[in-house]
């Protein structure tokens, strides 16, 4: 069974840096594309990042592009994304998720950029 | 960048009720590879969203069939022929032709 459980998420105020880490089983990590996506409370869905399986292409939107940065430990079946420069509307939750067309999601961790 | 147009933003249907939902794009999505590469998103509440439909129109595995995508190019349509109460929820396209880009959601409730 595909597993996808994010964490790294809380409380960070603007400014700050944040790391997520999004665990992977269930499925041979090192063949697969994998995502970050976010959702903003009572929002709909945004891409963030997507990073090819052997982590030769990388892609942002332009939204998070040169503040956060998307990478993978194929050893370790774990997806990143260390965010910095962390500003307010960057609050959601966020999630993993596999393959290049979305085919399974984690339950998501809650980021939330306050003072 | 791509925009996805979604509509309606909300529908309201009864049990049983067949409905569609349009998804618009901004450019073709037709890939130099011949592939179309959209997607349809269901997201329950409370729920993480799952995966419906990929390119156009393939059922993803465990999907009921009452579920269709259908479209070419720039215009695509979701169609549920036969509403049941566990399709409730908000229903997402994304295309992965040109980089990654949801549409804003459309809303599917009880009326």
């Known amino acids: 069974e595909v597993q996808l459980v994010e964490s790294g998420g809380g409380l960070v105020q603007p400014g700050r840096s944040l790391k997520l880490s999004c665990l992977a089983s269930g499925f041979t990590f090192s063949n697969y594309g994998m995502n970050w996506i976010r959702q903003a409370p009572g929002k709909g869905l945004e891409w963030v990042a997507s990073?090819?399986?052997?982590?030769?292409?990388?892609y942002y939107a332009d939204t998070v592009k040169g503040r956060f940065t998307i990478s993978r430990d194929n050893a370790k079946n774990t997806l990143y994304l260390q965010m910095t420069s962390l500003r307010s509307e960057d609050t959601a939750l966020y999630y993993c998720a596999k393959g290049l067309g979305f085919a399974y999601w984690g339950q998501g961790t809650l980021v939330t950029v306050s003072s | 960048d791509v925009v996805l147009t979604q509509t309606p933003p909300t529908l309201s249907a009864t049990i049983g009720q067949s409905v569609s939902i349009s998804c618009r794009s901004s450019q073709s999505l037709l890939h130099s590879n011949g592939n179309t590469y959209l997607n349809w998103l269901l997201q329950r509440p409370g729920q993480p969203p799952q995966l419906l439909i990929y390119?156009?129109?393939r059922l993803e595995s465990g999907v009921p069939n009452r579920f269709s995508g259908s479209g070419s190019g720039t215009d695509f349509t979701l169609k549920i022929s036969g509403v049941e109460a566990e399709d409730l929820g908000v229903y997402y396209c994304v295309q992965s032709t040109h980089a990654w880009t949801f549409g804003g959601g459309t809303k599917l409730e009880l009326k």
């Open positions: 390119l156009v129109s």
């Open positions: 990073i090819s399986s052997s982590s030769s292409y990388i």
